[in-house]
């Protein structure tokens, strides 16, 4: 039942990322994207393999639908997949990742998740900064882009890891 | 979340993770041409560096490859090297067999110095040349800048002599070339100097004469320079002794003449 409710705001919150891709042009300046949140807070028994295969598919069904390029979230996202059993032990710990428990927002603290978005949102827009810019921006600009779409997206993702699995 | 522990399943997740980038970024190339000339030249950078590494790494693992043949081509040209000294040396030798005063009676065979002393009352010199090169006893060791000594024993390969810093030694001497002759011997104080004895009296010597072998001797040719006249002082209240400069450098001798009269043994018979 858990994951269904999560496979639904997954689908909702990938399609209303499409929609305000599509919409609202802010990407030269800064980027909100709450993609990182919905792949760390997969279910447990989720493998990082299948985790980095729907990270793929979610990237390249986001970049299919929008104005954006092919590939180029896929490219972020696929990494946050990698990283998500580092990121599990430090939200959870040793002990309960062991135990295979899910990640939630009562069990991990606020604390806890937000340094996990903050950590997988900084690896995301990294890479997709890094290969959206191809080189023609300069690297304080880079930077800047990059600081100002983590310390946007990075709330929004700990509200929607909270909606993701509240207990 | 799933852990997955053992090397096989990290591989596998390499794996898969390599190629869904490698899947990423082949789509992202070919849907914008800016993120294809990025890639490209990121790629052909990441080229560089791999073919720049391998290349050194190969140039590393054939150093002892290049130094084999760089010791032989080394070898070869101190071959090389040492025949062009050869040459050089038979040149030199021929020379300073040249600037010799020649005359018909004498045949003469350049020598390279082995050991000379020129620290005692009766030095020596050993010579590179012996019997088997034509050097027999009693031959004079001369040089175009002065007369070095006398074979004395004579080795197969090499000779020994005595040399004019030794006392036993004298030479007929003639100051200028029409003065008046007299036996020149080393006076035993430095390497530089020699005393004209036995000049009579009444025969006043002049300063800074020349000095040359007289040629009234089997041993040594003619006109070789000896030295110049310094002060002469009367000796016994009889005769003049007369200081000479040698024009010689033992200190600095290394090549020389060995002179060997063919009519010697004539003369000497003559002589008796």
């Known amino acids: 039942m858990r994951d269904i409710r999560y496979i639904v705001i997954y689908v909702i919150l990938v399609i209303a990322h499409i929609i305000m891709n599509n919409f609202f042009d802010l990407a030269r300046y800064f980027l909100i994207c709450v993609l990182?949140?919905?792949?760390?807070?997969?279910?447990?028994?989720?493998?990082?393999?299948?985790?980095?295969?729907?990270?793929?598919?979610?990237?390249?069904?986001?970049?299919?639908?929008?104005?954006?390029?092919?590939?180029?979230?896929?490219l972020a996202l696929v990494p946050v997949a990698l990283a998500i059993q580092p990121l599990t032990l430090l939200i959870?710990?040793?002990?309960?990742?062991?135990?295979?428990?899910?990640?939630?927002?009562?069990?991990?603290?606020?604390?806890?998740?937000?340094?996990?978005?903050?950590?997988?949102?900084?690896?995301?827009?990294i890479i997709y900064v890094w290969a959206d810019s191809a080189g023609t921006v300069g690297f304080w600009s880079a930077l800047l882009r990059i600081f100002l779409s983590v310390v946007l997206s990075t709330p929004l993702c700990v509200v929607v890891a909270k909606l993701l699995r509240p207990l | 979340m799933q852990q997955n522990g053992t090397p096989k399943a990290g591989l596998a997740v390499a794996a898969v993770f390599i190629v869904l980038e490698i899947a990423a970024l082949s789509m992202l190339k070919s849907s914008?041409?800016?993120?294809?000339?990025?890639?490209?030249?990121?790629?052909?950078?990441?080229?560089?560096?791999?073919?720049?590494?391998?290349?050194?790494?190969?140039?590393?693992?054939?150093?002892?490859?290049?130094?084999?043949?760089?010791?032989?081509?080394?070898?070869?040209?101190?071959?090389?090297?040492?025949?062009?000294?050869?040459?050089?040396?038979?040149?030199?030798?021929?020379?300073?067999?040249?600037?010799?005063?020649?005359?018909?009676?004498?045949?003469?065979?350049?020598?390279e110095?082995?050991?000379?002393?020129?620290?005692?009352?009766?030095?020596?010199?050993?010579?590179?040349?012996?019997?088997?090169?034509?050097?027999?006893?009693?031959?004079?060791?001369?040089?175009?800048?002065?007369?070095?000594?006398?074979?004395?024993?004579?080795?197969?390969?090499y000779s020994y002599g005595l040399s004019l810093l030794n006392d036993k030694i004298v030479v007929s001497a003639r100051i200028g070339r029409e003065g008046?002759?007299?036996?020149?011997?080393?006076?035993?104080?430095?390497?530089?100097?020699?005393?004209?004895?036995?000049?009579?009296?009444?025969?006043k010597v002049a300063e800074g004469d020349t000095v040359l072998t007289s040629g009234m001797s089997s041993l040594y040719p003619p006109d070789i320079p000896i030295g110049i006249t310094m002060g002469s002082r009367i000796v016994d209240g009889a005769s003049n002794v007369v200081d000479v400069d040698l024009f010689l450098d033992f200190a600095a001798l290394r090549y020389v003449i060995i002179a060997e009269n063919k009519d010697r043994e004539t003369i000497e018979e003559l002589a008796r």
């Open chain 1, 36 to 74: 990182p949140v919905l792949i760390i807070m997969l279910p447990s028994r989720v493998n990082v393999l299948w985790a980095m295969v729907i990270a793929f598919v979610t990237g390249f069904v986001v970049d299919f639908f929008s104005t954006g390029l092919l590939g180029l979230t896929s």
């Open chain 2, 180 to 203: 008046i002759v007299a036996p020149l011997s080393w006076d035993g104080k430095n390497t530089k100097s020699a005393v004209l004895k036995n000049i009579p009296f009444h025969h």
């Open chain 2, 32 to 111: 914008s041409v800016l993120q294809n000339i990025w890639l490209n030249r990121f790629s052909h950078n990441v080229m560089a560096l791999t073919w720049g590494g391998v290349s050194r790494l190969k140039d590393y693992t054939s150093l002892r490859h290049q130094n084999d043949i760089l010791a032989g081509r080394n070898f070869e040209l101190y071959k090389e090297l040492s025949r062009y000294q050869d040459e050089e040396e038979q040149a030199r030798s021929q020379a300073l067999l040249d600037s010799v005063p020649g005359s018909r009676r004498f045949s003469f065979i350049p020598a």
């Open chain 1, 92 to 125: 959870l710990g040793g002990e309960q990742m062991a135990r295979g428990e899910d990640v939630t927002f009562t069990r991990a603290g606020i604390s806890r998740i937000a340094l996990s978005c903050l950590f997988a949102c900084s690896l995301y827009f």
């Open chain 2, 113 to 157: 110095v082995t050991a000379m002393g020129t620290n005692t009352r009766h030095n020596y010199i050993i010579l590179n040349k012996g019997s088997q090169d034509g050097v027999t006893p009693n031959s004079a060791i001369i040089t175009p800048h002065g007369v070095v000594g006398i074979v004395q024993i004579v080795d197969k390969r």
